[in-house]
């Protein structure tokens, strides 16, 4: 994997009227997934998790004992009789080039090629694309309004799209996987004090492998450096783990891996795959 200097990064995230400035640098070389960052965007900012907008059901029931979340299918989007899965979605008008439009396209193309999943655009959606403060999404179909934010200077590229396009699909990020610790430590000393929560861990009542397990290259893993408040690692492979040779993939927004397209299409038990050239 390349080496990539860290030059520094100032990213701005702002929702539900809170405004987070997070400014990290190092000035040292370190090996990283992210192009402008040791960091992904979504992990630097202010929403729970870092990227994800949760309802306060979707939070409670993630430390409560009710089972909910990601496997909860009052969060899943319905399949229609064709075994299609549409996901309506419009972009706020004015907020986006065609080019940046075409880029966000392309990642929906991508995770319709490998499931039954259907990105419709419609002037009537529920669910709406703008150029917000960072990269965020609610989790999982809303049934009142919902938002994607991608911000056209930080969050217009392929793997990063994905990542939230998964989340509005009902995914949260893999390090939070109930039994995380088998596989990656968390270092709590060097997280940006206030963003612990992001390192939380589910129960597996509430979020599931969908049949998967644990995977380092996951898009919806953080890397290395998620949420550190002084350049040092917050997550680590457990060397120990059978698979933490993957591990170098952690944090990767380059597109989905096997074991995202494989809990993609259990979680929505597709049976087809969408023609992206439809
Ligand atoms: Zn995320």
Same mark, same amino acid.
């Given at each position: 994997?390349?080496?990539?200097?860290?030059?520094?990064?100032?990213?701005?995230?702002? =929702?539900?009227?809170?405004?987070?400035?997070?400014?990290?640098?190092?000035?040292?070389?370190? !090996?990283?997934?992210?192009?402008?960052?040791?960091?992904?965007?979504?992990?630097?900012?202010?929403?729970?998790?870092?990227?994800?907008?949760?309802?306060?059901?979707?939070?409670?029931?993630? =430390?409560?004992?009710?089972?909910?979340?990601?496997?909860?299918?009052?969060?899943?989007?319905?399949?229609?009789?064709? %075994?299609?899965?549409?996901?309506?979605?419009? =972009?706020?008008?004015?907020?986006?080039?065609?080019?940046?439009?075409?880029?966000?396209?392309?990642?929906?193309?991508?995770?319709?090629?490998?499931?039954?999943?259907?990105?419709?655009?419609?002037?009537?959606?529920?669910?709406?694309?703008?150029?917000?403060?960072?990269?965020?999404?609610?989790?999982?179909?809303?049934?009142?309004?919902?938002?994607?934010?991608?911000?056209?200077?930080?969050?217009?590229? *392929? %793997?990063?799209?994905?990542?939230?396009?998964?989340?509005?699909? %009902?995914?949260?990020?893999?390090?939070?996987?109930?039994?995380?610790?088998?596989?990656?430590?968390?270092?709590?000393?060097?997280? !940006?004090? %206030?963003? !612990?929560?992001?390192?939380?861990?589910?129960?597996?009542?509430?979020?599931?492998?969908?049949?998967?397990?644990?995977?380092?290259?996951?898009?919806?893993?953080?890397?290395?450096?998620?949420?550190?408040?002084?350049?040092?690692?917050?997550?680590?492979?457990?060397?120990?783990?059978?698979? *933490?040779?993957?591990?170098?993939?952690?944090?990767?927004?380059?597109?989905?891996?096997?074991?995202?397209?494989?809990?993609?299409?259990?979680?929505?038990?597709?049976?087809?795959?969408?023609?992206?050239?439809?």
């Amino acid at each position: 994997m390349a080496k990539l200097r860290f030059v520094g990064f100032l990213f701005l995230v702002n =929702f539900a009227s809170c405004l987070y400035i997070n400014t990290t640098s190092n000035g040292t070389e370190t !090996e990283n997934a992210s192009e402008e960052s040791e960091a992904n965007g979504e992990e630097i900012g202010g929403n729970f998790q870092g990227d994800m907008i949760l309802s306060p059901s979707q939070i409670y029931s993630l =430390f409560s004992m009710s089972r909910n979340g990601l496997i909860d299918e009052r969060y899943r989007w319905p399949k229609n009789s064709d %075994g299609i899965v549409e996901v309506a979605y419009k =972009f706020e008008v004015g907020d986006f080039t065609l080019s940046e439009k075409e880029t966000i396209r392309k990642a929906m193309d991508e995770i319709e090629s490998v499931s039954c999943i259907k990105f419709v655009h419609s002037d009537d959606a529920l669910m709406k694309i703008y150029d917000g403060m960072g990269c965020a999404s609610a989790v999982g179909m809303q049934t009142d309004r919902q938002y994607v934010s991608l911000n056209s200077q930080y969050c217009i590229k *392929s %793997g990063k799209i994905i990542h939230e396009l998964l989340h509005a699909l %009902g995914f949260y990020h893999m390090q939070n996987a109930y039994d995380r610790d088998d596989y990656i430590k968390i270092n709590f000393d060097n997280i !940006e004090k %206030g963003f !612990e929560s992001n390192f939380a861990r589910y129960r597996n009542s509430e979020v599931s492998y969908f049949d998967t397990g644990y995977d380092y290259g996951s898009v919806m893993h953080y890397s290395p450096y998620g949420f550190s408040k002084n350049g040092l690692k917050t997550i680590e492979p457990i060397k120990e783990a059978k698979d *933490s040779d993957k591990a170098q993939q952690m944090g990767q927004r380059e597109g989905m891996s096997d074991g995202d397209v494989k809990r993609l299409n259990n979680m929505y038990q597709c049976s087809s795959k969408i023609n992206q050239n439809e």
